[in-house]
């Protein structure tokens, strides 16, 4: 109630006066010496701006990607609030048999750069998808169990988080980031659903947390851009075009990658020099530039608010069936419908529903 009640912006005084009760009586109710009715609960759920199974179910153990650089003012908090919502919803369409998926993971316990990136090769072999670039990101995650959402949470939130809600995962990732980012993102917390890194008790003996986020980080851009494709792709181009900036300006695009992460990665697969690394991560293409370049430009994936696909139809298959209320699957579908573009519910035969009540008729008699 208190945590709550912080981040809505409520001192205990605003929100006792906003409810009508003294302040020392909201104290004794967040320090849990005084009981709420329903009522109370559904008022302050509303005042909060939270649903009252909010405060009536654990959260689930979660946790927001905490990579290197990350300002003092970057709010975490924001994302694992959304995180815990939308976690909430898919176990919801998962209780009411509406969300089929299978599950996926690797070997755990990853300790090093190249077991990262052997973890990448493997996700690609069970994703049977070859070593060349990957479009649909939302889709090939969700091959491997993975629920993609892409939701604005504004320009001072974290990029990404990822919790495990029985063997399924769920991923957020920050869309107000751009495209190359977004993937990029999405891209490492397929890392962390498949190498369960959070959940296993040896990984990362010994190292920080920031060594941990550098080793999911390799898994990320070597999963985007594996290094034999990528290394024959740059041979190919170095006859094309004589500029290593040009040549990365494509390889950007065609993997769908931001600048930073391909002028990165040239340099680590040792294609470009430090000297160059210096000089060309500073020199940002516009769009032009990847205009110029074949035409190339970046595909607009993850744009936000972007659902997974298997949990956007799991929503329309509920409501369908009647199991949940067309305001519900709005609601669940984050506006991408509105209640004008929703079909007719299914109707049940009568003769569906006689289970549900002849063990009442046996009492009753």
Do not use: K
């Amino acid at each position: 109630m208190a945590a709550a009640r912080e981040l809505a912006g409520f001192s205990q005084r605003e929100l006792a006066e906003r409810l009508g009760i003294h302040r020392s009586a909201l104290t004794r109710v967040e320090l849990g010496q005084r009981q709420l009715d329903a009522l109370e609960l559904a008022r302050i759920a509303e005042l909060l701006g939270r649903t009252v199974e909010w405060f009536l179910t654990a959260p689930a153990e979660t946790f927001a990607s905490r990579r290197a650089g990350i300002s003092a003012d970057q709010d975490v908090q924001r994302l694992e609030d959304v995180l815990d919502r939308v976690s909430r919803d898919v176990e919801l369409l998962a209780d009411v048999g509406a969300l089929p998926l299978a599950a996926a993971a690797l070997q755990s316990g990853v300790t090093t750069l190249a077991e990262a990136e052997a973890g990448a090769a493997e996700a690609r072999v069970l994703l049977g998808c070859g070593d060349g670039p990957l479009a649909d990101l939302q889709a090939v995650v969700e091959r491997l169990g993975l629920l993609a959402f892409s939701l604005d949470l504004g320009p001072g939130v974290i990029d990404g988080g990822y919790l495990r809600t029985g063997q399924v995962g769920v991923a957020l990732v920050n869309g107000a980031a751009d495209a190359g980012r977004r993937r990029f993102n999405l891209a490492h917390e397929l890392g962390h659903h498949l190498l369960a890194d959070e959940y296993t008790a040896d990984f990362g003996l010994g190292s920080g947390r920031s060594e941990r986020e550098a080793l999911i980080d390799a898994f990320a851009i070597h999963f985007l851009m594996p290094r034999s494709s990528v290394r024959s792709r740059w041979a190919e181009l170095s006859g094309e075009w004589e500029h290593p900036r040009q040549r990365l300006i494509v390889l950007a695009a065609e993997y769908q990658v931001s600048w930073s992460a391909a002028v990165s990665h040239a340099l680590t697969l040792e294609l470009i020099s430090r000297a160059e690394f210096d000089q060309l991560r500073v020199q940002r293409p516009t769009s032009g530039d990847y205009l110029e370049v074949r035409g190339a430009r970046f595909a607009q994936e993850l744009r936000p608010p972007a659902l997974a696909p298997a949990y956007a139809q799991a929503a329309m298959r509920a409501y369908r069936r009647g199991v949940i209320s067309a305001d519900r699957v709005v609601e669940l579908l984050h506006g991408t419908v509105t209640l004008d573009d929703l079909p007719t519910p299914h109707q049940m035969p009568i003769e569906a529903l006689a289970p549900e009540f002849e063990g009442s008729f046996d009492r009753d008699r």
